[in-house]
Structures are given as structure tokens and as C-alpha cells.
């Protein structure tokens, strides 16, 4: 059973462009997040979805978009990056009736020149 | 914003020892978890504690949950040299009068346990 998987594993990018992330969930779990780690911080939640939907949000600019697939995979979008988007973004999946039980990828690390 | 802090941000010990973390939040909880972070790689979920326990054990870990001071702690006995990671804990905040679906992190503690 294959865990969260995520892509690409590292990205480099340069201000002003856009960037798209993918998450393909844990067999069985239809919830995804997604968080972003700035060095040597802990990682702090973008937004979450569920049926499609962008069901919680964090406290993050119009930037950062995501979408949620019927397979239950996930995308996350970022335009017009900025230089402090350098981040490792982390996808964690859960199933609904147990959405405490939050299983993460090994995130993707994206930087930004 | 993080949710809490944790302390200490570094610990040092030597292998067989025992580690033991703080971890301080600021708002109600519905629950409280702890995660373990290789070298900025993915989280691994260790335990999960609910606002209503106290203590909680899973093999060399022990968890304990004050909810009145908005804090709990986490010890690892017999520490090994494998147990170098970043330990968070994570709460998933109650607002509005409901459980929420997100994870608010702590800053994380740096564990170095030497061989």
C-alpha cells in the first residue's frame, strides 16, 4: 500500500513565475492539505479539501490556489512567486472519519531565485 | 501564525538517556499530536493525544496533556542514536464551537542524540 506521494521532489523557480505541486493521497483516505515549512520553522496550513472542495483555508494570500481531482489527488498552484515562497510544501491525506489521523508525504522543496 | 512554541529548540544527549520536550499552544484544543521530522523530509505521526487524557504511552514514548496550562510534554526513554529528528506537536483547533480539520504546528525541537 503505497503512502502520500508527492512531486517533483525539488523545484527551482524565479520570481514572478508560477509553480504547480501534485499529491496523490493514501489508498483509502479522501482528504488532503496541504502545509508549507520555511527553514527551520514548523509547517503552517495552507488549505485543506475535501469532495473537490477547499473545505478549511489558512491564512495565506489568493497566490496559493489547489485544486482536488475524483481520484482524490491534489494540486497546489502558486503564481507570481515571491522569493520568500521558498519552502518545503508538505500534502498529508486523511480519511474523513478519522481526519485527526493525518499521513504525510516526503513534500516537495521548492526555491525560488 | 504557529499555534504554540516548544522547548527546548535544541537537546544534546547521549544515547540511553531520556529526551523530554515542552510543547505550549495558546488556544482550545480539540486534541494534541506529536510528529517526528528527518532532515526536512515528511512527518511521521507518533502519537495523539485527546483533550480529555492526561497521559498516553506508546512504546518509548510517553505524552502528557495539561490542559489548564495549555501545555504538554514529550519523553522519549532509552533514547537511540535513530532518534535524531525535529519533534512538533500539532493541535487541531477547536473554534466556533466545532472541531477544525487543521493542524497548527509548534516550532519544533531539534533532538541530537549521540552515539
Known amino acids: 500500500d503505497a503512502g502520500v506521494t508527492q512531486s517533483p521532489t525539488h523545484l527551482i523557480k524565479t520570481r514572478g513565475q508560477q509553480v504547480t505541486l501534485r499529491c496523490s493521497p493514501k489508498?483509502?483516505?479522501?482528504?488532503v492539505s496541504w502545509y508549507q515549512q520555511a527553514l527551520g520553522q514548523g509547517p503552517q496550513f495552507i488549505f485543506q479539501?475535501?469532495?473537490?472542495?477547499?473545505?478549511q483555508r489558512g491564512n495565506f494570500p489568493d497566490r496559493f490556489s489547489g485544486h482536488q481531482f475524483p481520484n482524490y489527488s491534489s494540486e497546489l498552484n502558486v503564481n507570481a512567486l515571491l522569493l520568500g515562497d521558498s519552502a518545503l510544501y508538505l500534502c498529508?491525506?486523511?480519511?474523513?472519519?478519522?481526519?485527526?489521523?493525518?499521513?504525510f508525504g516526503p513534500g516537495t522543496r521548492l526555491t525560488v531565485l | 501564525s504557529q499555534q504554540g512554541e516548544e522547548d527546548p529548540q535544541a537537546l544534546s544527549i547521549q544515547e540511553g538517556e531520556n529526551a523530554t520536550m515542552n510543547c505550549s499552544y495558546k488556544?482550545?484544543?480539540?486534541?494534541l499530536q506529536w510528529y517526528r521530522q528527518n532532515s526536512g523530509r515528511g512527518l511521521v505521526h507518533l502519537i495523539l493525544?485527546?483533550?480529555?487524557?492526561r497521559e498516553k504511552h506508546s512504546g518509548r514514548l510517553r505524552v502528557t496533556l495539561d490542559t489548564s496550562k495549555k501545555s504538554s510534554s514529550l519523553l522519549i526513554t532509552a533514547s537511540r542514536a535513530a532518534d535524531t529528528a525535529s519533534y512538533f506537536c500539532?493541535?487541531?483547533?477547536?473554534?466556533?464551537?466545532?472541531?477544525?480539520?487543521?493542524?497548527?504546528f509548534g516550532t519544533g525541537t531539534l533532538l541530537a542524540v549521540q552515539p
Open positions: 498529508a491525506s486523511s480519511p474523513t472519519t478519522r481526519y485527526n489521523e493525518q499521513f
Open positions: 489508498s483509502g483516505h479522501d482528504t
Open positions: 479539501y475535501y469532495e473537490e472542495e477547499e473545505r
Open positions: 488556544t482550545s484544543i480539540n486534541n
Open positions: 493525544i485527546r483533550s480529555n487524557e
Open positions: 500539532a493541535t487541531d483547533v477547536w473554534e466556533h464551537g466545532g472541531a477544525t480539520n487543521k493542524l497548527i
